[in-house]
């Protein structure tokens, strides 16, 4: 039998829910982290905007969490908002002593150099310049390339959770545990058993299901896809946010233009050189997210044209030079583009999964000895949209909660359980494959057409129809078929995307980042989870 890959932590994903949960146990047994591209990649590497927490002395808890409540459309759990934000502070301050520099104030370099976005009431964003996450991920990740116990397995993709439904012997102990993952050693084509305690999904979210997005080509649902088939219950996959202003460069891949523009006092404009937002909500650019791109979107339809613009003209250039040195050197090297002369071309894009895989205060899911963290899990902080920046703290409050709880427990004795190796019997049938290829295509398209910013129960049941069949001709693929990353990518996104249409069918009302146009209200009949 082929040799079991064994680790007391098994972390599946590396951004900063991952890393910083790796971080938290490292001192207590062996951790493996799998990552399934290099060690940098992550959604957390291209958060742009920053990270929210209480840190200002005219700030308070109240305000945070009032506004973090008022995002997320009646849908937030109020318990889950109240950890983020009362145990926010204290991991800011850890990430200070890990090496994160945030940005200073020029004039009082004691005190953060706070930021505001859309929907929140105060400046609260802590930020370095317009490469936040990249700040983050590489402290992060020095941190556990320096530590004895941490090992990356990095270009390895984790297949399938390693369940009762894989396991021999002892079965009647063994039931609804998960003993760790199958993982696909991307290098060599071979799928390989890790074993583990504990498992931790962190694999991010899944906007790469939409044709465009803001996430990286590796946001492609796996975790969400895996816990799916394993049973793992999982929560409002029907709220999926829009990011208002990606920036618009056809046939390109799409480039986040932060909220921090906005909060900075960039105006949203048509061709016309009009101000917009004004006529939609009286917050204007500093509406929530749902609201700007819903708006942006409506806007777009009236008018009939491929975008907007966000306009920076009229501010102080070297100040903007200075605070956005990545989006203004991307603008201008790829797009000839000063920002400092000209509007900003924007259109929305999916951004963030404000749903997941369901999980305590603690990071437990409904499996036993099954965790997840950051944007795959469904904590109840965002309920049916995600209040800017706070994404970040989630990862880190949440991955810090689950690994106290760990280190806190007893590790069970399951008997004789024996983890078989992977059946990696199959075919690779280049024709057929070519075929199935297309669906991914397909299901981006289909999702961004049929399940986008305003949706229609027609619109959807379509979505249902053309999402199954694709699912189900991906599965059966699958069955016969020799395993590679990018079938592994297009079996996860068919099944993210079944989830979302699934959930998104079943809530008939508008709320958050769910709109519907027959059913353009809100209604208290709905004030629930959507769970699978």
Known sequence: MDQI???DYLVVGGGIAGLTFALKVADYGKVHVVTKD?????????????????VDPEDSFDKHIDDTMIAGAGLCHRDAVEVLVKEGPDRIYELLEWGVNFNRRADKPGEFDLAREGGHSRHRILHAHDLTGAE?????????????????????????????HHVLGNLQAAFNICFGAYVLDELIGKVKAFSASYTILSTGGASKVYQHSTNPDIATGDG????????????????????????????????LISEALRGHGGNLINSEGKRFMPEYDPRAELAPRDIVARSIDAEMKKRREECVYLDMTHLPALEIKERYPNIYNYCLHNLNLDITLKPIPVVPAAHYSCGGVMTSLNGQTSMQ??????????????????LASNSLLEGLVFSHRAAMKIISKVPRNF???????????????????????HNYKEIRSIMWDYVGIVRSTQQLDRAIRRISLIFDEVENYYRKSVITRELLELRNLSATALMIVKAALRRNESRGTHFMADYPESSDKFLKDTII
């Open 5 to 7: 890959i064994s680790s």
């Open 38 to 54: 290099l060690q940098v990649e992550s959604n957390t590497f291209y958060a742009q905007g920053g990270i929210a927490s209480v």
């Open 136 to 164: 983050l991920q590489q402290a992060l990740l020095q941190k556990a390339l320096n530590h004895p116990n941490i090992k990356i397995f990095e270009k390895h993709m984790a297949v399938e959770l390693i369940t009762e």
């Open 224 to 255: 969400l896809a895996m816990a799916y088939r394993a049973g793992v219950r999982i929560a409002n996959m029907e709220f999926i946010q829009f990011h208002p202003t990606s920036l618009y460069q056809p046939g390109k891949r799409s480039f």
């Open 369 to 386: 000895n099954l965790f997840a963290c950051g944007e795959v899990a469904h904590t109840g902080v965002h309920g049916a949209n995600r």
């Open 415 to 437: 008997g004789n359980v024996i983890i078989p190796p992977w059946d990696d019997s199959g075919v690779q049938n280049e024709y057929e494959w070519r075929l199935i290829k």
